[in-house]
């Protein structure tokens, strides 16, 4: 017959924080050993794709960590990947250039305006009266 195992902590449920699984000792004995929670690497806040360089932590032991640890020395390290950043630079670089067009565009209007208006308003100029 089996050896009866029993839990070693107080917690006596069957919860997604209270596995455990059954370890035999070099005595020979069986024992409950607590399995800890499956780690899940930082993600991108865009794409969601794990972040490289950053480590697979449970959160109390990625608060002892370094502040070198968990960042990377880029705009958005520990936060976006490097290709979203490199999107989001892109795309905001085209949406100035896009502000810049259009400034331009409507300043050639305003010009075009202008110049068709002009000649309708010449004056003659009087030779040396006064």
């Given amino acids: 017959m089996a050896q009866r195992v029993t839990y070693r902590r107080r ?6 924080s209270n596995k455990h699984r059954m370890v035999k000792t ?21 794409c969601g794709e794990a972040l490289p ?20 020395s880029r705009a958005y390290g520990g936060s976006r990947c490097s290709h979203c950043v490199r999107n989001r630079i892109v795309r905001s670089f085209l949406i100035e250039e896009q502000k810049i ?15 068709v208006a002009k000649p309708k308003a010449t004056k003659k100029k009087t030779a040396g009266k006064k």
């Fill in 11 to 16: 917690l006596s449920y069957n919860t997604k």
């Fill in 26 to 46: 070099p005595g020979g004995k069986l024992v409950y050993q607590l399995v800890k929670k499956r780690v899940g690497a930082p993600k991108c806040g865009d």
């Fill in 53 to 72: 360089g950053i480590p697979a932590l449970r959160p109390a032991d990625f608060a002892r960590v370094s502040k070198r640890q968990k960042t990377v």
């Fill in 101 to 115: 067009v259009k400034k331009v565009l409507k300043q050639q209007e305003e010009e075009a305006k202008a110049a």
